[in-house]
């Protein structure tokens, strides 16, 4: 007999219960290597109703915060079934249970978690095939303990192979949440909040919520830890609690717990935007140990009191040390890549008050012979209201253009905060070519822009954004003279922000186009090789795709595709 969940073929001779240890062992053998367990009780559920000859069944499980058990599974939708009895039967409670219907309780997770249910009308079920539709349970019970136990190597084989290719840290921190959320089934949010010694606070780097399909809004939040609390999270703990009856504070179950920490991270009852969010009934609190102290907190949270239990505690502490050390090196490759961007970005200073000091002296010569006209025209009494006025009006344009200089500089030199948000590819372009416009003008080269302002945004860091088109824009600069052009355009493609910086100037030879893959490598004279490698890592911290093309004489097309509304995991 082939047990596939959904039906069932050629029974062996003899069926029925006196065949059981064979069926079990032949069921073993098909679903050993099955890691999905809704098919393992299905298979289960098909195999129970071909030994009994029962002409209906379902699995039912049980959720904390509900009376009545959930259907996940039922052999006809137009059955009807008791989910009180199903209920009071997995809590263990005195329940009559009709002579037509077989029950077998499901261990999962180590709690009572479901229920096989099988009934065949008009018939009565004596002890015997009870006991055997029970052993099916359990080997139900240990196929899916199997699976389960497989799962959790699939977690953290996922997260080595994010460490070994060196992903960012953020993009680590969302492959460990996804990993969480794929071992407990928490149906509020979970949270990783990294913990900075200078600041003394907690902060979201990544949010991902169950209850609803939306945005993680609290990343960025900042909360700031007790000493008292720091000195319970300094040592590797997980810690659990409730909310107490009538919602007013939290219990501790797990033990060594403080409830100031649940109240510290129960900071979702109402989001950034207004909405409300349903109240959390059970938190999970985990700290991330490095051998550098108290590197984190994870946080998972379930709507219901009671959802957790210390089989979750154990899961986590199992899968806490690993979590720890990959975030904690991931961190590190993030602080060298800062450091680097900060390097290219004082030497893209350099760089581009080298490039506008041209515009700046020519700004600035125009208003000097002005200014001294006009004081002579004063001393001479030759002052003429017109002119004056006319020469006024050419000193005005001068200051404009020089504010106009100095003011993105100034603003590129301070970067902006660390924290992501909405960036909008316009305002970012602008924000560049505020440097550039009058040099490109001066040289002769024809700019086009092609931007749209209602592109959807960017949720990224502002000045790596700028950073990226700076470096884009300086190099097409440089490559360009009399006659030619640069386009800078953006535009959706198949949920990716495709944006493209285009000139045609002298181009990249092939040879030297390979070399661009490499850091250090660089054709300027006064180069350090650093920008277009900034440029990939900006990219790819947004998970974004770059590439460059070019012919030599006939200029160069760099392409940068960014997923729209990437970083926002949390939904």
């Known amino acids: 007999m082939k047990y596939d969940g959904d039906r069932s073929v050629e ?24 890691r999905d367990p809704d098919k393992i009780l299905r298979g289960a559920l098909r195999l129970g109703m071909d030994l009994s000859g029962a002409c209906e069944g379902c699995v039912g499980a049980i959720q904390p915060g509900l009376g009545e058990a959930r259907l996940l599974h039922r052999t006809s939708e137009d059955a009807s079934w008791d989910r009180r009895l199903l209920s009071g039967f997995l809590r263990g409670e005195k329940v009559a249970v009709p002579p037509d219907v077989m029950l077998a309780r499901l261990r999962r997770h180590g709690r009572m978690w479901g229920a096989l249910a099988i009934r065949s009308a008009d018939a009565t079920f004596h002890w015997d095939a009870r006991q055997a539709f029970s052993a099916i349970g359990g080997l139900a019970n240990e196929l899916i303990d199997q699976a389960d136990l497989f799962r959790i190597r ?38 990783l909040l990294i913990h900075d010694a200078d600041l003394g606070v907690l902060e979201v780097v990544a949010e991902q919520v169950a209850w609803r399909k ?59 935007y207004g909405t409300f969010a349903p109240p959390e009934g059970a938190i999970l609190c985990a700290s991330l140990i490095t051998r550098s102290g108290l590197l984190g907190v994870l946080k998972v949270a379930s709507i219901h009191p009671g959802s957790f239990c210390p089989y979750e505690v154990d899961l986590i ?17 993030e602080t060298l890549e800062r450091r680097m961007i900060d390097a290219e970005r004082k030497h893209a200073m350099a760089d581009l008050a080298r490039g506008v000091s041209h515009d700046v002296n020519n700004a600035l010569g125009a208003v000097l012979p002005l200014v001294q006209q006009l004081l002579d025209d004063l001393e001479t009494d030759a002052f003429d209201p017109e002119s004056a006025t006319a020469d006024l009006l050419q000193v005005e344009r001068s200051i404009r253009v020089c504010r106009r200089i100095f003011g993105g500089m100034l603003n590129f030199a301070r970067g902006s905060a660390r924290n992501p948000s909405d960036v909008s590819p316009a305002q970012a372009v602008d924000s560049a ?12 080269v024809t700019l086009t822009v092609d931007v749209p302002a209602d592109l959807p945004p960017l949720f990224a860091v502002q000045a790596d954004v700028e950073q990226l088109l700076l470096n884009l824009i300086s190099n097409a600069r440089d490559a360009t003279g009399p006659g030619d052009s640069l386009t800078i355009r953006a535009r959706t493609v ?7 910086v285009e000139d045609t100037g002298s181009g990249i030879p092939p040879e030297d186009l390979a070399k661009l893959q490499e850091p250090f490598f660089t054709t300027k ?18 998970r974004g795709r770059f590439s460059i093309d070019s012919i030599p004489g006939e200029g160069t097309r760099v392409r940068v595709d960014f997923p729209i509304d990437e970083g926002r995991e949390g939904s």
């Open 154 to 191: 699939e977690v953290r084989a996922r997260v080595d192979r994010k460490v070994l290719e060196q992903s960012h840290p953020k993009h680590l921190s969302y492959e460990v949440l996804h990993g969480i959320r794929s071992l407990i089934a928490y149906d509020h949010s979970a949270a």
């Open 433 to 444: 070519l505020v440097i550039f416009r009058e040099t490109l003008e001066r040289r002769g």
């Open 525 to 542: 004279p006064n180069g350090h090789g650093l920008g277009v490698a900034i440029c990939r890592s900006i990219a790819a911290q947004l």
């Open 214 to 272: 939306a945005k993680g809004e609290n990343v960025g939040r900042k909360f700031p830890l007790k000493a008292s609390l720091h000195e319970l999270l300094a040592q590797p703990v997980v810690l659990g609690f409730d909310r107490a009856e009538g919602g007013d504070g939290w219990t501790d179950w797990a033990g060594g717990g403080s409830p100031l920490l649940a109240e510290l991270l129960d900071y979702d009852r109402v989001s950034r």
């Open 11 to 34: 029974p062996s001779p003899g069926g029925g219960w006196a065949d059981l240890t064979d069926h079990l062992w032949r069921f073993r053998s098909q679903y050993r290597d099955v």
């Open 317 to 333: 502490s199992q899968f806490l040390p690993q979590a720890a050390v990959s975030l904690q090196n991931a961190r590190r490759t």
């Open 494 to 500: 198949e949920g990716w922000l495709v944006l493209e």
